[in-house]
């Protein structure tokens, strides 16, 4: 689904490597289908950069959204502790802006950075994959000026939890319906290995809605933007295709949270 599965660790780790090329081999330097059609248009809808301003983009991987940035006219910093996502970033993306290596969760121990420096701060599909979230928005909240914004977009967690939710079919109702296992319980699910020989593997962070809103505002961070965004892909043809229709449309895949830095903090 195009969700980037970044576990944060000290810069210069190597936690991520091992799957870099799987993921960059996959995604490419535009980013995927998911990510083209659907979260970096939802994510410039929230962040509305401006010409001259300067962002942050927390857990670039391969710089994807560094192009949509620069066109806009706004000046583009990417952060990730993966090396090797890095130099794919830099071998694509180097006209577009910079990109540093570093913690996520610990943005105010890069040199290059300082505090207030930023317009604006995002996670690309990212903020699921970086723990503590805690640490990683109050690091967010150090990067950017007062009056400044932080978005976030990421699968929703209401109804995209790794492991404990997916598609159910009512045969008595002819309807498709979203079943949800566990929601509440903040959770660290191992995913798949990919890469070589599979010896590569990511790890995905489960926490409720009002995790991320509570998070925020403990940093100062106001949400004054929402965006609920389904899937863009239409049901194969079938018997079940109407009603697949209208539960993807109904029930989104992607959540977008934009909160405004307050005065004085």
């Given at each position: 689904?195009?969700?980037?599965?970044?576990?944060?660790?000290?810069?210069?780790?190597?936690?991520?490597?091992?799957?870099?090329?799987?993921?960059?081999g996959w995604v490419g330097a535009e980013g995927s289908e998911h990510h083209r059609r659907v979260a970096i248009p939802a994510l410039l809808e929230l962040l509305l950069p401006a010409r001259g301003e300067q962002v942050l983009d927390v857990g670039c991987g391969p710089g994807v959204l560094a192009p949509h940035v620069a066109g806009a006219g706004a000046r583009y910093t990417g952060v990730d502790a993966s090396r090797r996502l890095l130099e794919f970033a830099r071998r694509h993306h180097a006209a577009h802006g910079r990109f540093v290596q570093g913690d996520a969760t610990k943005l105010q121990e890069i040199g290059e950075l300082q505090a207030g420096a930023f317009d604006a701060a995002v996670f690309l599909l990212s903020i699921q994959d970086i723990d503590p979230l805690e640490d990683a928005l109050a690091a967010a909240a150090w990067a950017v000026r007062p009056g400044g914004r932080v978005v976030l977009l990421m699968t929703h967690p209401c109804f995209r939890i790794p492991r404990q939710s997916g598609w159910g079919w009512d045969r008595q109702r002819k309807l498709q319906y979203r079943r949800v296992d566990r929601y509440l319980t903040r959770l660290a699910v191992p995913m798949k290995s990919y890469g070589a020989a599979r010896h590569g593997f990511t790890r995905s962070y489960h926490r409720p809605l009002g995790a991320y809103v509570n998070?925020?505002?403990?940093?100062?961070?106001?949400?004054?933007?929402?965006?609920?965004?389904?899937?863009?892909?239409?049901?194969?043809?079938?018997?079940?295709?109407?009603?697949?229709?209208?539960a993807t449309r109904e029930i989104p895949l992607f959540l977008g949270l934009r909160a405004v830095k307050e005065e004085g903090r």
């Open positions: 689904m195009g969700r980037r599965k970044n576990q944060a660790r000290p810069a210069g780790s190597d936690s991520w490597n091992p799957v870099a090329d799987w993921y960059t998070g925020l505002a403990a940093c100062g961070l106001r949400v004054d933007g929402i965006h609920e965004i389904p899937t863009h892909k239409s049901p194969e043809p079938g018997p079940h295709a109407r009603a697949e229709r209208l």
